[in-house]
């Protein structure tokens, strides 16, 4: 029972490099959303994708990118990487646009840039 | 724009007590109402929901209590046990889009 899963689970880069976050779900989700957080800040919407196909900004999408590869994976890119990108990032999934349903999360990728 | 206002950012409460952790929202748009619960280390988890219609939802020690009027909602936490440590977030979403949108988090602490 994998859920949704995220890789890597931590990564160092040095300012100004890139890197892709890798999301997948085995539960025949259809939305799929990637949040980041901060302490004190709680969990911020990122970009979110409600269906195959489509995807929308979030509340803070500068300086990321995204890629509905398929109905299972969402993949967050960091083109060129600043230190007010660390954070620990989580991908979520839905079955239902709508949200008429339980958010599922994975366990968090941990992201620190030098 | 704070959507979703979290208070407090941190709560300490005795074994047995009762643990109370506010939300409040200004969309009037927002259609649906989550509570999720995370441990250090891991994801969010779902953990009761609530929709306008009803002013309170209980499962088992965890209760929404949902005032529409004054646009906000609070979670309570019966008889409150050390295994209840952790992050609470709330959260609010309308289903004119599929954003979700989160509070800044509850850090909760039970004394033994």
């Known amino acids: 029972n994998a859920g949704v899963t995220q890789t890597p689970k931590f990564q160092v880069l040095k300012t100004g490099q890139s890197m892709t976050l890798q999301c997948a779900q085995d539960m025949n989700h259809n939305s799929m959303y990637w949040y980041r957080q901060d302490p004190g800040m709680g969990l911020r919407l990122i970009y979110y994708?409600?269906?195959?196909?489509?995807?929308d900004k979030g509340e803070v999408p500068n300086g990321y990118n995204v890629s509905r590869l398929n109905k299972r994976e969402f993949s967050l890119r960091l083109e060129s990487a600043a230190p007010s990108q660390t954070s620990v990032y989580f991908c979520?999934?839905?079955?239902?646009?709508?949200?008429?349903?339980?958010?599922?999360f994975g366990e968090g990728s941990r992201l620190t840039v030098l | 724009q704070q959507q979703v206002k979290q208070s407090p950012q941190s709560l300490i409460v005795q074994k047995g007590g009762i643990s109370i952790i506010n939300c409040a929202y200004e969309?009037?748009?927002?259609?649906?109402f989550p509570w999720y619960q995370q441990f250090p280390g891991k994801g969010p988890a779902l953990l009761i929901a609530i929709r306008p219609d009803v002013s309170e939802k209980k499962e088992g020690r965890f209760t929404i209590s949902f005032n529409k009027s004054a646009k906000q909602f609070s979670l309570h936490i019966m008889d409150s046990q050390p295994g209840d440590s952790a992050t609470y977030f709330c959260?609010?979403?309308?289903?004119?889009?599929?954003?979700?949108?989160f509070g800044k988090g509850t850090r909760l602490h039970i004394l033994p």
């Open positions: 994708s409600a269906s195959e196909g489509t995807t």
């Open positions: 979520a999934s839905t079955r239902l646009a709508g949200n008429t349903g339980e958010l599922f």
């Open positions: 969309n009037t748009a927002f259609d649906y």
């Open positions: 959260a609010a979403s309308d289903n004119r889009d599929d954003k979700i949108i």
